[in-house]
């Protein structure tokens, strides 16, 4: 029986392996060419700590390094690449070996030298030894650090950006809870940029943008930082500040500066900035506070008038607050019912008697009494609450319309805001039906914002009302630039003359001349004609001689309640 061949191979192999590296003897070099081959560095170390086998790639990456490799050592090379890498990772990298050398787990590990990054990894052997593979990873890490890098810039303008800008803050803050030394936030919003946007487009846009951050790039010193965290919206962190005066002077440079005329692909351009400023430690000492601060003085810039800087009060905060939960209540008041509707009748002067009355919304808030529609109409068209608070008052206009004298209509405010919706139709018509009244009877007034906006889509709405038999009125007439093309591109039903005119006629001797040309354009144009703010006779007599038509206002009534309308119209019965 002749013997079995495979002991005999296993043992060659055994024999073969591992293969001990010693002074001055060269490897077998069948397995060294093996070991060469693989692509990773490779080390054997035996239980004693002495390198028993290392391959090409393994040599060289510790050459990279700055690390001869010597067999037959009694260290773990790598161990002086542990300890002579770089301060911030080489502490951190030798505790990793040294727990996995004690307590004999896997480990994984970085070293760097200069621009080299080699990846370690050491994994313990049964018999006690160890297999540690290295790897280059520089070309890896320097792509992370580019992609960092770029995460931490906003594409368009090259400026650091929102994240970037967090990081920059909060080191500034560090600096001054260790050292004392103040900075400022200088948030920026560009004025009359979205028109720039949406009649010339993004690309001239963003053409402008990049040339107004090279303008803030140039108004800020290599400490302070310019960062674009919106749209339109910059940021300067000023470091170092030692006095309000210096960022007061820079944000005047700012105002001034970006309000210059900029020439962009043969357009010449304007626009403005808007600054509110911050001041660290005095506005806040952490990076959210000091945002909302500079947020809130913004907001305060741009009520000013936009176009120049505030610097935080602590009054703004808490006039935001009354204004949050003045939103917060108005959320609320829809569906707590506490809206109402009250009503000002309007007078034919040729006949005597009314012929409608104007819808005009009140709010009774439970705690505040009532509150004044110029306290929350602004704040509800800005949140976007005035649609659905306007069509809450056209569905109850037309229901409490249903109880007046039938030849008696109901007019209504519309906002812009409305006619931006695509639901005021649809609104209308669902109003009318479910209250049944007739659509003669309902009457839209609108202001020249209105058509301001969109101008072809909004004259195409106006038209939809009047195939429904819904009459249109213009408010307000005579206080826009344009309103006399308004009166060619539409035909409306009535023109209401502003009561500013009315007011006037007492004290400016051009009041009486402007009603007079209205009434006659009117006239001409077979438009009724009604003056708002009526409030004493020899008004409503100098009015008449002028050729208005209607009238409304304190002298007619004061806007009254639903169930105080009848004793108005008993006042002026029907002819």
């Known amino acids: 029986m002749s013997p079995d061949p495979q002991p005999a191979a296993q043992s060659r192999r055994e024999a073969a392996w591992p293969i001990p590296v010693r002074p001055g003897a060269a490897p077998v070099e069948p397995l060294q060419a093996y070991l060469d081959a693989v692509r990773q560095g490779l080390l054997m170390i035996d239980a004693g700590g002495t390198v028993i086998a290392a391959n090409r790639p393994a040599r060289r990456l510790l050459a990279d390094l700055s690390v001869g490799l010597r067999t037959n050592a009694a260290a773990v090379p790598l161990m002086r690449a542990v300890r002579g890498g770089p301060a911030p990772s080489r502490r951190a990298a030798f505790l990793a070996l040294r727990r996995s050398l004690d307590r004999r787990q896997p480990a994984v590990f970085e070293l760097r030298r200069a621009e080299h990054t080699v990846q370690a990894e050491l994994q313990p052997l049964p018999d006690g030894g160890w297999v540690m593979t290295l790897e280059d990873v520089s070309t890896r890490k320097a792509i992370e650090a580019r992609a960092d890098a770029m995460a931490r810039l906003d594409p368009l303008t090259g400026l650091p950006n929102r994240l970037y800008l967090r990081e920059r803050l909060a080191e500034a803050l560090a600096r001054l809870a260790r050292d004392g030394e103040a900075c400022a936030l200088l948030l920026i ?74 020439m962009v692909e043969g357009h010449l351009l304007t626009i403005g900035a808007s600054v509110g400023v911050a001041l660290a430690p005095e506005d806040g000492t952490d990076g959210d506070r000091l945002l909302k601060n500079a947020d809130l003085a913004l907001y305060r810039a741009k009520l000013d008038g936009r176009g120049t800087y505030r610097f935080f009060e602590p009054e703004m905060d808490a006039r935001m607050q009354a204004r949050r939960k003045l939103e917060l209540d108005m959320r609320q008041a829809l569906a707590r019912r506490e809206f109402q509707l009250h009503y000002q009748p309007q007078l034919q002067l040729q006949s005597g008697t009314l012929i409608g009355c104007e819808a005009l919304i009140r709010w009774r808030h439970p705690d505040r009494g009532l509150v004044s529609p110029l306290d929350f109409i602004p704040l509800a068209e800005e949140i976007g609450l005035i649609v659905p608070i306007g069509e809450w008052v056209i569905r ?23 006619f931006k919706s695509d639901r005021l139709v649809e609104t209308i018509i669902s109003a009318l039906a479910s209250s049944g009244l007739p659509a003669q009877r309902l009457e839209v007034e609108i202001t020249e914002g209105v058509l301001l906006q969109e101008n072809a889509k909004t004259l195409q709405t106006l038209h939809r009302l009047r195939e429904l038999g819904v009459r249109v009125s213009m408010d307000d007439f005579g206080t826009g630039y344009s309103s006399l093309s308004y009166l060619r591109s539409f035909p409306f039903d009535k023109i209401k003359i502003d009561r500013s005119f009315v ?31 009526v409030e004493t006779s020899e008004q409503m007599q100098r009015i008449r001689l002028e050729g208005c038509t209607d009238v409304q206002g304190y002298l007619i009534s004061r806007p009254v309640p639903p169930a105080e309308l009848a004793e108005v119209f008993a006042l002026y019965p029907p002819a």
């Open 503 to 533: 007011k006037d006629l007492a004290t400016k001797p051009d009041g009486e001349a402007i009603i007079r040309a209205i009434a006659g354009l009117g006239k001409s144009l077979g438009m009724t004609t009604v003056a708002e703010g």
């Open 189 to 262: 919003d560009l004025d009359r940029f979205k028109p720039v946007n949406d009649t010339l487009g993004h690309p001239i846009g963003d053409a402008l943008l990049e040339k107004v951050a090279d303008r803030l790039r140039s108004t800020v010193r290599p400490t302070d930082t310019v960062a674009r965290i919106g749209g339109d919206e910059f940021v300067i962190l000023q470091a170092g500040v030692r006095d309000a005066a210096g960022t007061q002077a820079l944000a005047r440079r700012i105002v001034d500066l970006i309000g210059r005329t900029y």
């Open 396 to 418: 109850q206009a037309c229901r409490d319309a249903m109880a007046w004298p039938s030849h008696m209509s109901v007019a209504v405010n519309v906002s812009p805001a409305q």
